[in-house]
C-alpha cells in the first residue's frame, strides 16, 4: 500500500505560509520556506566599538565618583548622619560594588571583548 500524502496550507500569518504535509505512516514534514531566515548580525567595527567602550567606562566611573561622594558626605558632615542616609550610605556602597565588578564585565560580554580589568 502507498503511503498517503495530504497538503494542507496554513498561515500563521499573512507573510508566512506553512504546508504540512501528513502521511499515513504517522510521519510529519515540515515544508516551511527557509528564504525567511534570520539574518546574521554584522560585525561592529572599530571605530563603533572604541565609542562605545569610552562611554561604558565613561558611565562607570561617574558611578564610582558620585556614589564616593554620597558616602563622603554623610561620615564627613554631622548633620547628615540620620538613619535614614545610613541606609543611603548603604546603597551607595553597593552601587560602587556594582560599577566596580559588575558594569565592567557587562561591558566585556556585551561587546564580546576580551580584556582583564582588574
Known sequence: ???TTILSPISLTSTTP???SITTNNELHNLTNNANKIPRKE????????IIIIICSLMSIITIVGNLVVILAVSLVRKLQTASNILIVSLAVSDIFVGLFIMPLAMGKTNKICCCLF
Open 18 to 20: 506553512i504546508s504540512i
Open 43 to 50: 560585525p561592529r567595527n572599530v571605530a563603533h566599538l572604541v
Open 1 to 3: 500500500m502507498l503511503p
